[in-house]
């Protein structure tokens, strides 16, 4: 028997992501966003969905860019603080000790010590309500060094990367492997 | 130092999700996709990216709206064999077991066995390339009693969704909590 919840912002697992962006004068922030992921495989596009309250909504309308970095456990403090503090006041970058690095392909910013990132270029906005559904056209997913499998992929057991729960409203790492895509269902 | 992929759909966790719609005779089908989440949250919207090739696209298309589930770690191998096979061909839900249900609030069904469903109405679709995205109003989400926590809201360690690696094409469930949202930022 299932239980009704009405219009909810439910998923069990939604992505810890960091928007980077430049404001007018150039200065680099950092954003947290969990509504977002991937949308298309080619071209490859990313979606991220902000208010446009927020300080980062004018940074992507005016640069037409954007960076998804993907934190790893290890920051989740600093992922967590990324969404709590507006870029209007501080410099969430030096506040966290983040150093920030121009995208090689688009006018955004992101930080040198997260593990992943995606530079996107904006393609699409779609106004949605409280949210602007931005869609970004990938230019580029780069990794650490420190972070690739043997075959020279990034490896999720070595990013670590965060979840959250809308519901609870809580962080966590990924857990034990339950198999490979397109496989184990063939049985 | 980061090492640069290009344009790919990576990303280290994304959600794996059963859609549900029903085809143009009326037969329901699931269709397991990663490329969807959260984009609005007043209203509350979601979205989930379909290439028009799949069976499923017709069926949003045609009956305006979609379900969204949310299957749990034990159904893994129902999960992706809902993304190997066609529903063109077979009759998916009786294939893996599952009992469809029509939603309460739209035209399109749910596996009654899968832990946490959305009910989504069509309100947008935007043609990206190989994928088309579609983003669906959120009338109702619903999950079952048994994984409802002590304050009657899902509790993900119950419902114990299943992320999945596009790099890696690996299926993994979540690990421990890391800490509560927008707190273990303050310090």
Redesign the interface.
């Known amino acids: ?15 810890v992501l960091l928007v980077g962006t430049y404001d007018k004068e150039g200065k680099p922030n950092l954003m947290t966003a ?14 991220v ?1 902000l ?1 446009k309250a927020t300080y980062s909504y004018s940074g992507i309308v005016e640069r037409k860019a954007f960076t ?1 970095g ?1 934190p790893s ?1 290890s920051q ?9 503090v507006s870029g209007a006041k501080v410099d969430k970058f030096a506040e966290a000790g983040l150093h920030a690095i121009k995208g ?1 392909f688009v006018d955004a910013p992101y930080a040198e010590e997260i593990p ?3 530079e996107c270029e904006l393609v ?1 906005s ?1 106004e ?4 602007t ?1 931005f ?1 970004g ?9 420190s972070v ?2 043997e075959d020279g ?4 057991s070595l ?1 670590k ?27």
Chains 1, 2 share one sequence.
């Open positions: 028997m299932k239980k009704s919840f009405g219009p909810q912002t439910y998923l069990p697992a939604t992505p969990a509504w977002g992921g991937i949308c298309c495989s080619n071209p490859v596009c990313m979606t969905s208010r998804l993907v456990q989740v403090r600093e992922a967590d603080y990324m969404g709590i090689d992943f990132v995606v699409e779609l949605l309500g409280l949210h559904m869609v056209k990938v230019m580029d997913v780069k990794a650490d060094e690739l499998a992929l990034p490896d999720v990013i990367p965060i979840v959250y729960d809308p519901m609870h409203k809580i962080y966590s790492g990924l857990g034990e492997s339950l198999g490979k895509g397109f496989s184990v269902g063939r049985k």
